[in-house]
């Protein structure tokens, strides 16, 4: 998947004539149409919008052609009924056979949010690098959470790291 959340619109409606499947900003996900798979953020990159605002901006993006959503949350969000509620909210927005991704937070909250993606029905998890997604695994290899497909952030554009306190 070609990364191209930082791309101009021109740049996202030459790579959709070219490239199979790509990540671009919601903004851009009409001027992708033409991508065999467009996939596209929600939240990002803090993930500290209100539950309502990312479903909606996912809803939108999806209505407009995503068929993938990769959902940010809040790294240092501590409430697990809270992180849920966000992640099913957005899940409500965009029924399957939409897949969403959740961006798993570089911190100590990582197997909460990667349990919660699995009990709100995501899809995948999205790692920032394969360390991340190492480190990740050993805490999570034992959770529901450890069945979802794991991804590493196409390194056209990485990722933000989030902080870890």
């Known amino acids: ?36 798979h467009v996939a596209t953020v929600a939240g990002y990159p ?6 309502l605002i990312k479903a909606s901006e996912a809803r939108l993006a999806v209505q407009s052609g995503a068929a993938e959503v990769w959902v940010a949350v809040d790294a240092l969000l501590g409430d697990a009924t809270a992180l849920l509620t966000d992640l099913i909210t957005v899940r409500e927005a965009c029924p399957q056979p939409v897949a969403l991704g959740l961006i798993v937070p570089s ?3 990582a197997a909460a949010a990667a349990r919660a993606a699995a009990q709100a029905g995501f899809d995948k998890l999205i790692y920032a690098t394969q360390e991340h997604l190492a480190e990740a695994e050993t805490q999570i290899a034992r ?11 196409p390194t056209a554009q990485p990722a933000l790291v989030w902080p870890t306190a």
């Open 143 to 153: 959770e529901p959470a450890g069945v979802l497909p794991a991804l590493v952030w």
């Open 46 to 51: 803090t993930g500290r919008h209100h539950s």
């Open 1 to 36: 998947m070609r990364n191209l959340l930082e791309a101009t619109i021109a740049d996202v409606r030459e790579a959709a004539q070219n490239d199979s499947a790509l990540l671009v900003s919601p903004t851009h996900v009409l001027a992708a149409a033409q991508a065999p």
């Open 107 to 109: 911190s100590e909250h």
